[in-house]
């Protein structure tokens, strides 16, 4: 039985990719078993070797270990996101405190810490080139940064810290989760569902019968405050508790509640903070981070706070003359906003979603869209591989080759909706490329678009192009990856750089030649007319005062509870906080609520990737938007500009500092001036 284990030896098909059609469910837990036992044994020999401590035998070593957990983990934590089970959550739900406790083990390993300080140490005489070096700053700062420098008494409390935050974390996504479920809205009447397209009232009633409900509708909620549905609904009574079921999830005082999980969350934070000998969480996270301090983030967030905010309450005075003009005499709320925003995008650019999604077909706009443009600016082909072995019936595997014809890659396509997938849209990697390793890269792109019925193509809306654009971009920073150690591969770069190069590729959707190429009628075959073409690019600054002050709102949140200090952080008034930190920070918009509140903030407390880092995004803009204005005044789809992209960019992963890399590959500092005139945030409040 265990040699038979798939994760055990690496995977003999085209690119290592894992051999899905042998791996069982039963393989997991043994593979993490033994792969979190070799990499302590691994280091462990490190750690014992008694010969002196060199770049090889410490570094390059560390980098070799844990093969096992590494292949392990990839196929593993890929398949509890897009294809869950109860037994799949079973496993995670033992494996996740193992890791934390794992991890631990290895950067608290004061032999092993020992060596890589002595390293460090003599690093101006070590002769390394820029990658090596790098390889040791950054080991050295990530075991600084795990605590390996404390004493035993404080290690103690380090690893008692980090598994409850691990559980804790866990138990938050649960609540959110289940507490969303119980947030959905029931309605008896279909009258009250006047507005919903048929097919959004049949799902409507086809989720009352998955609750067991005879009859009537159930309008589910997804996770952001604002929900689709509040654009189409005319019934104002029902708007208004759609969006209170909303707003109010995660705080009713109910098992679902939140509020309790989140005051220890964010204690427990602060106090490790202290003990890493930072004032605050947010002091930790970001220092790691390109922003470096707090208060660089805060003062970008300053400077686009009060232009959103005289924006929004612009686009709230149209919207209450909407209302006027409709014949109503009520004062605009939270609930009404969607509503009057599509009349008033209506009435103003003409722009219909049922209009535009026939010429969305999924297909095309994949492969004479997404493809198409990644052919034209980097010379890449894509060939199906159905031969080869995905994770689901749905998950597709297409060949990816250079402008050379040699094989560059795999990407796999996981496009569907379906109840075992988590929401949202993600990329990831299943094979890092590495240079150590020989490996090419190998990187899914999860979304969840709604299939059509048997024999119907399916047909996306302006946004889900968007976003088959944007994870595409995580994948090409994945594919030209470059770099020699796994540790650098693609998108591991800070969490508040890693956003901008899927955010730059959103700039095909739109583009001409790119739209012209992909965006044709399924039935007709006729191109997308240009008036309508013409009027997406004039709307694209519509409703962008709501859209940047709801996001900055939730930025300035996170901050808020992540620069509290421990001796602050107990008993606190979630609401209460809440309000307070919304007030201060001048985002307090009583109908922009932010796009989460902090009972369901998953992104910042179920995991710690965004927690202090949802400011990520529009630092991350800033880039983006620098390097559009870059790619449009040297012409946009071009050879040239693709290769120097990729090869100054892309390539370097995160094999060198961030901005030095930006700085290199851009010729200065960026500059902020774009990304306020995209937003439209130029004009003086
Ligand atoms: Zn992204």
Redesign the pocket.
Known sequence: MTTDNPFFAPSDLPYQLPPFDRIEIGHYLPAFERGMADQRAEVAAIAADPAPPTFENTLVALERSGRILQRVSAAFFNLASSDTSPQLQEIEKAVVPQLSAHSDAIMLDRGLYGRVRELYERRAELGLDAEPAWLLERYHTDFVRAGAQLSDEQHVRLRELNAELAGLATEFGNKVRDEMNASAVVVDDVAELDGLSDDAIAAAAQAARDRGLERGYVLNLILPTAQPQLASLTDRALRERLHTASVTRGGRGDEHDTTGLVRRIVRLRAERARLLGFEHHAEYNIADNTARTVQAVEEMLAKLAPAAVANALAEAEDLQAAIAAAGETFTLEPWDWAFYTERVRRERYAIDEAELRPYFELERVLRDGVFYAAGRLYGLRFEERPDLPAYHPDARVFEVLDHDGSPLGLFVGDFFTRASKRGG???NALVPQSRLFGTAPVVVNNLNINRAPAGEPTLLTLDEVRTLF??F??ALHTLFSQVHFPKFAGTRVPRDF??YP??VNEVWMLWPEVLANYATHHETGAPLPQEIVDRLQAAKQFNEGFATTEYLAASLLDLAWHTLRVEDAEDVDVAAFEAAALERAGVAVPFVPPRYRTPYFAHIFSGAAYSAGYYS?IWSEVLDADTVDWLTEQGGLRRELGDTFRDGLLARGGSADSMAVYRAFRGRDPLIEPLLKRRGLTANP
């Open positions: 849209a993600w990329a944007h994870e971009g995580h890693v956003e899927s955010q995004y």
